[in-house]
């Protein structure tokens, strides 16, 4: 791998990395740009306020020496001499006059330093001067060709009727302002890199303070990933965004819990409601192998009650599975049309018999037009059949059982009513638990396991609808069931 890649992968690979790393990026280049932007304006600012001044100096000279210039006489050269003598003394620059052809008349430097421009000298082809003779005011920034450092030179044409007669020229060197730029420079840079070391510590602060709960619950996901250990929570201490993600993560864990709880409870209750009858089916067996079945009458007794055991066994078996089913089964599979008339009708047919049975009176109210609603016609007739067994097992015998409809704009409300025993109060809150029954004693003999409602109000659920219970002790019971129904294009 590359090392730009390296750098690449490096970078994504934790969020500290992209903040910090983000952030410096922008501080830098954004103090770079003012860092650039200042420099370029003092420079800029202090050339032309030097331009300016010396551009007013030479003016000032020129009107001293114009006479001394159209002379050419040693005399007039001495004046001109002084003259720029006292006022590089005084200004503290370097003052050349040149006469028209480019000779050098004066130069303050002539004395002291390893004389800048000779006298005599032509210099002529230097560009200022060049441009000056030629009638034009010129300014020029270069390095001087004597000692290399850069300079401001001002060229002055000095005229005199109309024509020119010479040039003053002076030059200032740059190296004391290039020199306080450099020192700004240093500055700025110390100011570039103090904001990055705080911006550093502050934002590896504010990203470890972030990402140290994300930290957390990754490593909760792994463990639980791993060992499917679902004790531990993530301390929640924060009350922003962060917080609210680690308290949405606590409640997932809680419901993660709650449904582990549900299914030890749902297995434990499963196995001892299978044991009950196969313990009994056996002393059944032995007792007719010991010698019950000799007696004919005995022996019927025995069977008849073995047919029992094993027909709640059967029936505890079936809703077994049909709650397996319905825990493995997708929501969306549940699409096909279903009549509602025909699957309460087959409903009512299947535990007529049962109702017979007992003398009780099947009141129906069917809804009078075919009402069709979106889901699983198998599934909503086993809630259908699931209430009217209910509504027939615990009514005594001559009792009623009525089945009221009503459609309104979007759903269908079904009412399932009794004259039977009632639920207390107490029972009523969790009678739709998985094997919850409100009679122990009573529903061992008749064989409910209490898992009916359970399984009813799932397929209800599913189908996006409600169902809900009133009962009186000793009156009766009714079931509400609300069902959208579908929605006619
Ligand atoms: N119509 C009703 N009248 C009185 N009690 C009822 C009625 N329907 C349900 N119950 C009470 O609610 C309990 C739970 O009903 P559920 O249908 O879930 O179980 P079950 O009838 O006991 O067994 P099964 O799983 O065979 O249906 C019943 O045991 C019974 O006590
Ligand atoms: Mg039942």
Redesign the pocket.
């Known amino acids: 791998m590359g090392f730009v890649q390296q750098i690449y992968s490096w970078f994504w690979k934790t969020l500290v990395n992209q903040l910090l790393f983000t952030y410096l990026f922008v501080i830098a280049f954004a103090l770079a740009i003012v860092t650039f932007w200042a420099l370029f304006t003092i420079k800029s600012e202090s050339i032309r306020d030097l331009r300016n001044s010396l551009e007013v100096e030479s003016v000032h000279l020129a009107l001293e020496i114009d006479s001394d210039l159209s002379l050419d006489s040693p005399q007039a050269t001495a004046r001109i001499q002084s003259a720029v003598d006292r006022h590089a003394s005084r200004l503290g620059v370097s003052i050349t006059v040149v006469n028209k052809s480019g000779h050098v008349l004066a130069d303050s430097d002539d004395r002291d330093s390893a004389a800048v421009e000779k006298e005599g000298e032509n210099i002529s082809d230097e560009p200022e001067i060049n441009d000056a003779l030629g009638g034009i005011m010129a300014f020029y920034q270069r390095n001087s060709a004597k000692n290399r450092a850069e300079w401001l030179y001002v060229a002055y044409p000095v005229r005199s009727v109309g024509e020119t007669v010479g040039v003053i020229r002076i030059g200032v060197p740059l190296t004391g302002l290039n020199q306080r730029l450099n020192q700004d420079l240093i500055f700025f840079l110390e100011i570039i890199v103090a904001t990055l070391v705080t911006t550093a510590l502050i934002s590896l602060w504010l990203a470890r303070r972030f990402t140290q709960p994300i930290r957390h619950m990754s490593e909760l996901s792994r463990q639980i990933a791993l060992s499917g250990d679902i004790t531990t929570l993530v301390p929640v201490q924060r009350k922003d965004e962060i917080g609210e993600l680690v308290s949405s993560f606590n409640q997932m864990i809680d419901r993660l819990r709650e449904e582990e709880k549900l299914k030890h409870e749902f297995i434990a209750n499963a196995s001892h409601e299978l044991k009950t009858p196969t313990m009994a089916i056996s002393s059944v067996v032995e007792a007719l192998q010991a010698g019950a079945a000799e007696d004919p009458e005995l022996r019927q007794k025995f069977l008849v009650s073995l047919e029992n055991l094993v027909e709640r066994q059967a029936s505890l078996l079936r809703d077994l599975l049909d709650i397996a089913q319905l825990d493995v089964s997708q929501k969306n599979q549940w699409q096909e049309d279903v009549n509602l008339a025909e699957t309460l009708n087959e409903a009512i047919e299947q535990i007529r018999p049962q109702a017979e049975k007992k003398n009780i009176r099947l009141n129906i109210e069917m809804p009078d037009v075919a009402h069709i609603i979106v889901g699983n016609g198998i599934q909503l007739q086993r809630a259908f059949i ?1 209430l009217l ?2 509504a027939v ?1 615990y009514t005594p015998a001559n009792g009623e059982v009525n089945l009221g409809s009503n459609v309104l704009d979007h759903h269908v409300e079904l009412r399932i009513e009794d004259t039977g025993s009632g639920i207390d109060p107490k029972d009523l809150p969790h009678i739709f638990q998985r094997f919850y029954r409100a009679d122990r004693a009573r529903t061992r003999t008749s064989g ?1 396991t ?1 898992l ?2 359970a399984i009813t109000r799932e397929i209800i659920v599913r189908h996006q609808g409600r169902i809900e219970v009133q009962s009186t002790l000793g009156e009766g019971t009714t079931f509400s069931v609300w069902l959208p129904l579908r929605r006619e294009i």
């Open positions: 699931n067994t209910n097992n409910g209490g009916g409602l």
